[in-house]
């Protein structure tokens, strides 16, 4: 290469090399690339992904909806079906040793033996022994799974017979977290408002217009089950 050829092509690169900076230093290049990210952003980059979920829609007609709407008017004053803002999470376990025989139960509308009322009882997820997720109800509509709560509480029912034998599935608990982190992050639900069916009576939420209800609850759940299950809770949900 000539003398000069070499002096043009170092000048060109020199020319290069100046624009480059000239582009990076530009009035709004380094503000636009350290901009924070808006609280939007940052709570969806926080927020739990949702699981896998199966969906396995029990029957919910509009003569449901109606019988769902009229339960709320009689036991919290309110006029609709639909489950709106919701500020608990209710886990259960479905006394039963398949996921099918629990949407049997709550697949028909029919009064329910204990209480004797419609529409028939059901919850909007359930959570098989295999890990398996299935969600039965839309979480905008309300589900009868626990008295004094139906108004604002996701039902989250788990295949087995006790505590122990959930909280000891491990594929059972991992789906039960994640899916639990998934739904408190995408309603805003606090840890300590995710309980166990037999704590119902304890939630601030709690409300029943009904006078002989308004002890009702179930052994589902206690206390110290739930306080080991809020902590798994809290690691896996970062």
């Avoid at 092509?9 to 690339?33: E, F, I, K, M, N």
Wanted: hydrophobic share 40%; glycine share 6%; with cysteine.
């Amino acid at each position: 290469m000539s003398r000069g050829r070499g002096l043009a092509a170092a000048l060109v690169a020199l020319l290069l090399a100046a624009l480059a900076a000239t582009a990076a230093t530009a009035p709004g290049a380094l503000a636009s690339s350290a901009a924070p990210r808006t609280a939007a952003e940052a709570t969806a980059a926080a927020s739990a992904e949702k699981p896998s979920i199966r969906w396995a829609p029990i029957p919910f007609p509009a003569t449901r909806k109606r019988e769902m709407r009229a339960y709320a008017k009689r036991h919290y004053g309110i006029n609709t079906f639909q489950l709106k803002k919701p500020k608990v999470i209710v886990e259960h376990w479905t006394e039963s040793s398949t996921w099918q025989s629990a949407w049997d139960t709550f697949a028909p509308d029919v009064a329910d033996s204990e209480l004797g009322e419609k529409p028939g009882v059901c919850a909007h997820f359930i959570v098989d022994e295999k890990g398996i997720i299935h969600q039965l109800v839309s979480i905008g509509t309300m589900c009868r799974h626990t008295v004094g709560l139906n108004y604002t509480a996701i039902g989250i029912e788990h295949v087995g017979f006790s505590d122990g034998e959930v909280l000891g599935n491990a594929k059972e608990m991992k789906a039960s977290l994640a899916l639990t982190c998934w739904l408190k992050d995408r309603e805003g639900i606090a840890i300590k408002n995710v309980i166990g069916h037999n704590e119902s009576l304890s939630s601030r939420y709690h409300k029943e217009k009904v006078a002989s209800l308004k002890d009702q609850t179930h052994d589902d759940f206690k206390r110290s089950s739930m306080n080991a299950y809020r902590d798994r809770l809290k690691d896996a949900c970062g």
